[in-house]
């Protein structure tokens, strides 16, 4: 979270990954023995080289859309700019408006293009509970 932005991911266009080619939350697995805030701390590391020290926990809500699927939600402000973060899984990163995200379509910078937010439920969830955890 940035000035009122949420920090997206453009998934890779990759066949056989969930939302290809849609923006969403950074995120992934958690690993056999890991809890879900050191899981998301690491996925932060890995696919931004963001190490958050204080992650908010904002709950833990089914994904209906994906059979289920429990999804643990965290937010935490991103203290330093997108370019100095290093993007290693996806296409593009971009601090979107609650709008934007809203809208159902973000522009890509790289391909010069509106793409998708994926048709999540969960997505619209979570950005009702990470605003009102950053009491905007």
């Known amino acids: 979270f940035c000035n009122g932005r949420i920090l997206m991911q453009l998934r890779d266009f990759k066949p056989g990954i969930a939302h290809s080619g849609c923006w969403g939350y950074f995120g992934g ?8 805030d050191r899981a ?3 996925e932060l590391k890995e696919e931004i080289g ?13 994904i209906v859309d994906m059979n289920n699927l429990i999804a643990y939600t ?27 995200i809203r809208s159902k379509r973000i522009f890509s910078k790289s391909l010069k293009r509106f793409c998708p937010v994926a048709p999540l439920s969960y997505i619209n969830e979570a950005l009702t509970l990470t605003l009102a955890s950053h009491q905007l």
């Open 40 to 42: 998301a701390q690491r």
């Open 74 to 100: 965290f937010t935490c402000s991103l203290p330093i700019p997108l370019d100095r973060l290093t993007l290693t899984e996806g296409v593009e990163m971009a601090l979107a408006t609650p709008e934007e």
């Open 50 to 62: 963001f190490y958050p020290h204080s992650l908010i926990c904002l709950g833990r809500m089914p």
């Open 29 to 36: 697995s958690i690993h056999e023995g890991e809890t879900p």
